[in-house]
C-alpha cells in the first residue's frame, strides 16, 4: 500500500510541476506583452494600469516560486522520510491538499489576471 501511495504522490507531484512551469510560461509571455505595448507607446494616464499589471505580474511569479518551493519540499521530505511520512498520513494528507487548493487557485489568479490584462489592452487599441 505504502508504495502505491508513494507512486500516486510522486506522480501527482510531476504534475504539480508541469502545471507550474506551464504557468511560468504564460506569465512570462503576460510580462511580454507588458514589454510590447510599452514599445508601441501609451498615453501618460494609461502607464500607471500597465505598471499596476506589471505589478501583478511580479506577485504571480512570486506565487509561482513559492508553489514550486512547497512541491520541492514535499518531495525532499518524501524521499528523505518516506517510511515515516506514511505513518503520519493524515499530516501529510492536508498538506497535500493544501498544495492542491494552492495550486489551483493560482492557475485562477493567473487566468483573470490574463484576461483582465487582454480586455485592457484590448480598450487601448479600441482608444
Sequence with gaps: MR?????????ESRNWKKI??????????LKNRVCEALQKGFEK??????ERFQNEF??????????????????????????EVM????SLTKK???IRDDIGAGQQQLERLKMAFSEYLGT???G
Excluded at 494616464?45 to 500597465?50: A, G, L, P, S
Design 3 to 11: 508504495d502505491l501511495q508513494y507512486k500516486q504522490i510522486a506522480g
Design 87 to 90: 505513518r503520519e498520513e493524515d
Design 96 to 98: 497535500i491538499q493544501r
Design 45 to 50: 494616464e494609461n502607464i500607471d494600469e500597465v
Design 58 to 83: 511580479l506577485k504571480e511569479d512570486m506565487l509561482i516560486a513559492l508553489l514550486r518551493n512547497e512541491v520541492a519540499e514535499l518531495e525532499r521530505f518524501l524521499f528523505t522520510y518516506s517510511d
Design 20 to 29: 507550474l512551469t506551464l504557468m511560468m510560461d504564460e506569465n512570462a509571455q
Design 124 to 126: 487601448l487599441q479600441c
